[in-house]
Structures are given as C-alpha cells and as structure tokens.
C-alpha cells in the first residue's frame, strides 16, 4: 500500500480531484508482535484497520453524499468508484474498504503509556516515558501516545516531547 492508496495510483496525471476520508479518531486497534527472539527478524503486524467499520461506513457514506452536491455538478464530475452509492449496502461499503483502506502515514501507540500501577503486559512505557521491565531506556515518540486525540499526529508529538524533554530536565533522568 503507498501513500495515495490504491484507488488513486495512476490517476495523478488525469484532470480529476481526489478526496480522501481521513479517520483521525479511529477505534480500530492493530498489533505488533514479536515473531520470533531473532532481534533482526521481522515482526508480525497486523493493522486491523477495518475492525471498526461503523465509523469507516459512516465517512464513505458521508463523502459520497459530499461529492453528490449539486455544486459539483457544473465541474462534470464522475466518481471513480462504479456503483457506489451512499445508499449501497454494508456489503458492498465494506468490501470497498477491505480493497482501498490505508494507514496514512499516521499509525500511533505501538509502545503505548499506560498508568505506573497498570498490570504487565498491559502497556509499554509508564508516565515518565520508561520502558516498564528495562533499565534506563525512554521511548518518546508517536508510539507512546495510547489514544490518539481528534486532530493530527504531529501536534501531540511536539507536546509529547516537550513533556519528556521537561521530566528530563527535571531530574528524573534514567
Ligand atoms: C507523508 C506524511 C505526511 C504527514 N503529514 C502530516 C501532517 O500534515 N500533519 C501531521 O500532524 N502529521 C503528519 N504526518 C505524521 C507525522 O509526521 C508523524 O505522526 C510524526 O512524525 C511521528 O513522529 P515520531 O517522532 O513518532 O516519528 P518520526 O518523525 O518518524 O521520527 C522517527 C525518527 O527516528 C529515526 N530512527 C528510526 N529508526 C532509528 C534507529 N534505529 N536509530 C536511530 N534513529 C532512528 C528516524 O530517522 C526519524 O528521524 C505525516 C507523515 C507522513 C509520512
């Protein structure tokens, strides 16, 4: 999958527009699991990105019902997708999504924060951005963030970061 998605690869050179239905607040949680004790070996990823499909429906559905307005009419638009309405049914919205759905550049909380006191297992890094279980390694990046709030991923990077660059500074350095 690349960054445009499959549906717009090769339509870049035609006169068209493209409009992309980004979820910033997706439920869907995906995993990353070690494969094997090998460290160089290649992890097992599974972006689950369509378990929840209500909200994926419910964006398509509301896209095309944007691009059906009647201000679009005089710019003689045609959707690319034959036969996808927003009246079409589950089935079909949701194979839709099983071929076209893609990351975005935007995947977060692979090593997620959790509470100090939360269960093993449970979470990656505690408050102050530590490895739970590792001696004197932080991880601070988009990875620790454990929900993403509405809005873009970088925003909470940089505040992300200024708090641990403050925990840091404060003294509580590993
Ligand atoms: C094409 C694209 C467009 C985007 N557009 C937006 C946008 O418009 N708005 C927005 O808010 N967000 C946007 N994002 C998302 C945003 O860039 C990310 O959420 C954010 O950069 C994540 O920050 P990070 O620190 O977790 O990771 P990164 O910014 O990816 O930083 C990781 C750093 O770690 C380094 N690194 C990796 N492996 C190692 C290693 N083994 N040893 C040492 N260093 C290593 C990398 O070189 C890199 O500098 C976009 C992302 C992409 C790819």
């Known amino acids: 999958m690349d960054e445009l998605g499959p549906v717009a690869r090769g339509w870049e050179a035609r006169r068209c527009y493209t409009l992309r239905y980004l979820s910033h607040k997706c439920r869907s949680i995906s995993s990353i699991t070690l494969n094997t004790t090998h460290p160089m070996a290649q992890p097992l990823i599974n972006p689950n990105m369509t378990s929840d499909g209500f909200v994926l429906r419910h964006g398509i559905r509301n896209t095309l019902r944007y691009m059906n307005a009647s201000a679009w009419r005089a710019y003689n638009i045609t959707p690319m997708f034959e036969g996808l309405t927003e009246q079409s049914g589950d089935d079909k919205v949701d194979a839709f999504i099983r071929a076209n759905v893609f990351g975005g550049a935007h995947v977060v909380s692979t090593a ?3 509470p100090a006191s939360s269960p093993p297992g449970s979470d990656v890094v505690g408050p102050d951005f530590r490895i739970k279980g590792v001696e004197g390694l932080r991880i601070v990046d988009a990875s ?9 991923s970088m ?3 940089y505040v ?6 403050d925990i840091i500074r404060s003294g509580n350095a590993a």
Do not use: I, Q, R, Y
């Open 112 to 114: 997620s924060m959790g």
């Open 144 to 152: 620790a963030v454990p929900f993403m709030p509405n809005g873009h």
């Open 155 to 157: 925003a909470v990077v």
């Open 160 to 165: 992300l970061e200024e708090k641990a660059a």
